[in-house]
């Protein structure tokens, strides 16, 4: 049984790497791991009155203080002020197309329904998240930091980042909590240069006129190629397993595949011991692009333990395998 074991996790993680979805996860544990962070729409002169600050720390309590995380704080004063942290991509595929999907959890202590100065904590500091092909740079503009791409203003999204939320946790939050951000009801379109290169900015615009103080304690970026859809004969070609969306997930993910013509289709998920979780799929399916919700139940309708988690397709004579993460 234990030989048997392993060769299931030999094929299981032999095709992880695909070139065409290529995912990126962060959680500060070594270092910066390649992120910045910096400040705009504000007066030049006026850095100390904002109380602008960015590091590497520790997430606070009452959360897990032995984990790390990016801490971005300011003090807006009247002129929405943008806090934002970016890096730079490397190694996808040279000017193409990509669906991104953007994940971002942070802690946060802004309540939901709740009255401020100029604006809500919660509901006043929009998240937004996006990606370009210059780096995002705040820009002398006047005697004022503007940025250099379109980021929109406050809830309304621009074309190079759009509106993914915002920072508020509850009606009743007190104390710093991980809340989840992303993207998936509508993924971000971007072209990389020539290099395969792209720059991912993630920040807040703020129409609350006091201090807000946000901990990043993981970031997931998933690249899906559109290349394997010919737009000009409008049919599939190839065979192709998304990372799911969002990515870490609570309470529900999304999952998709595609097929280029009529296979018998099994898609299960697996706990990192190699045992079944749930089928989803276990029948002959037509040509075409399906998705399917799990909402980290098990075949008996049971909640499952928050943890990673393998789901794997085999259809036809292909085999594509992804990992999840599970919080809660």
Avoid at 32 to 51: M, N, Q, R, V
Avoid at 297 to 311: C, L, P, R
Wanted: hydrophobic letters at 35%; glycine letters at 8%.
């Amino acid at each position: 049984m234990r030989n048997l074991k392993i060769i299931f996790f030999v094929v299981l993680f032999s095709s992880l790497s695909n070139t065409k979805s290529q995912t990126f996860m962060y959680d500060f544990s070594t270092g910066y791991e390649g992120w910045t962070g910096d400040f705009a729409d504000y007066p030049i002169t006026d850095s100390l009155f904002y109380e602008l600050t960015f590091y590497r720390t520790n997430l606070p309590l009452p959360l897990d203080t032995n984990k790390s995380s990016l801490l971005i704080s300011g003090n807006n004063h009247s002129d929405d002020l943008f806090m934002f942290i970016k890096r730079k991509i490397l190694g996808l595929l040279p000017n193409t197309t990509y669906g991104l999907m953007i994940s971002v959890v942070f802690a946060s202590n802004a309540p939901t329904n709740a009255v401020g100065v100029g604006g809500a904590p919660g509901e006043g500091v929009i998240v937004k998240a996006g990606a370009s092909t210059i780096e995002p740079l705040k820009i002398n503009t006047d005697g004022f930091f503007l940025m250099n791409i379109d980021k929109g203003n406050q809830i309304q999204p621009g074309s190079d980042m759009d509106t993914i939320g915002h920072v508020g946790v509850s009606d009743t939050t007190t104390v710093f909590t991980l809340i989840n951000r992303n993207n998936s009801n509508h993924l971000f379109t971007i072209t990389t240069d020539s290099n395969g290169e792209v720059w991912v900015c993630i920040g807040t615009d703020s129409g609350f006129e006091a201090t807000t103080t946000l901990y990043f304690d993981q970031i997931t970026l998933t690249f899906n190629s559109t290349t394997g859809i010919n737009d000009n004969k409008n049919y599939i070609t190839e065979y192709f397993l998304s990372q799911n969306y969002p990515n870490p997930f609570n309470p529900e993910t999304t999952i998709r595949f595609t097929i280029s013509e009529a296979s018998f289709v099994i898609l299960k998920i697996y706990n990192m011991l190699g045992q079944d979780v749930k089928t989803m799929v276990n029948r002959q399916k037509n040509a075409g692009t399906y998705s399917l919700l799990w909402k980290g139940d098990n075949d008996f309708g049971q909640k499952v333990a928050s943890g990673t988690y393998i789901y794997r397709i085999i259809a036809g004579q292909n085999i594509f395998t992804k990992k999840m993460i599970l919080l809660k």
